[in-house]
């Protein structure tokens, strides 16, 4: 389970986050909705400890990921937005190198890799250097280094972000056998359609709080609106009203 309680981050004046709490179960799919600059990567950001909250706490599992954030990473796998991948290296290389770092060795780590490959739809640049890749199989690689180690937990910044249609339904395919297995799974989007039809419960971050979340019908039933996106923008019109 991830658990994040009253998180704060400043950047100068900026308060880009603002005592930001909530809770992502284990089994299920939780989404993270905002507008640009609403606080969602940096909260991202903190949660797999690439950021010091300035406030409040992180928990993997119970482990704060401040205070011990290797032991929380062993559980967590990571897709940051716009993910550099290491352009000297081929696809399968890349991959294989995150497995080593989290200790995988061997036979394992190659059987996991490929299956990773044919999972994935990289089977035809997976031996290929990566410089020159599509920003579509930039975020197939980067996305096979987060699961490489098979984490119990997953955080996804905008996962779909250049991929096909074929490759966005088999990612989405991949997310729900997840949340089928008991992972815990969370998730930036800006796709809307992509949050309502996967997501168990969706948290909407704006101007640095959490300004609504519930599931998506439960959204729209106390905002309004024919679909999420927009009860999406209701929410965001009320937090306006309020400034």
């Known amino acids: 389970m991830i658990r994040v309680e009253q998180l704060a981050k400043r950047f100068g004046r900026v308060e880009a986050v603002r005592g930001v709490s909530f809770d992502c179960p284990d089994g299920q799919i939780t989404g993270l909705l905002g507008p640009n600059g609403a606080g969602k990567s940096t909260t991202l950001r903190m949660l797999y400890a690439a950021l010091a909250p300035d406030g409040g706490r992180a928990l993997i599992d119970g482990i704060d990921v401040a205070r011990d954030p290797l032991a929380a990473r062993r559980s967590l796998g990571v897709l940051p937005h716009g993910a550099g991948i290491y352009p000297q290296l081929t696809a399968r290389e890349n991959v294989r190198y995150f497995g080593e770092l989290h200790g995988m060795r061997a036979t394992?780590?190659?059987?996991?890799?490929?299956?990773?490959?044919?999972?994935?739809?990289?089977?035809?640049?997976?031996?290929?250097?990566?410089?020159?890749?599509?920003?579509?199989?930039?975020?197939?690689?980067?996305?096979?280094?987060?699961?490489?180690?098979?984490?119990?937990?997953?955080?996804?910044?905008?996962?779909?972000?250049?991929?096909?249609?074929?490759?966005?339904?088999?990612?989405?395919?991949?997310?729900?056998?997840?949340?089928?297995?008991?992972?815990?799974?969370?998730?930036?989007?800006?796709?809307?359609?992509?949050?309502?039809?996967?997501?168990?419960?969706?948290?909407?971050?704006?101007?640095?709080?959490?300004?609504?979340?519930?599931?998506?019908?439960?959204?729209?039933?106390?905002?309004?609106?024919?679909?999420?996106?927009?009860?999406?923008?209701?929410?965001?019109?009320?937090?306006?009203?309020?400034?």
């Open 108 to 243: 394992a780590l190659e059987a996991r890799v490929q299956e990773l490959v044919e999972q994935l739809g990289m089977t035809e640049f997976a031996d290929r250097r990566a410089a020159g890749f599509s920003q579509g199989q930039r975020t197939k690689v980067a996305l096979a280094r987060a699961l490489v180690h098979s984490p119990r937990h997953l955080l996804l910044d905008e996962p779909t972000n250049g991929l096909d249609v074929m490759a966005t339904r088999a990612l989405r395919e991949l997310i729900r056998s997840l949340r089928a297995a008991g992972h815990c799974v969370l998730f930036s989007s800006h796709v809307m359609q992509e949050v309502a039809a996967l997501c168990d419960r969706i948290v909407i971050i704006d101007h640095g709080v959490v300004a609504a979340e519930g599931t998506a019908a439960e959204l729209q039933s106390r905002f309004g609106g024919a679909t999420l996106e927009e009860s999406f923008v209701r929410v965001l019109g009320e937090r306006e009203g309020l400034a």
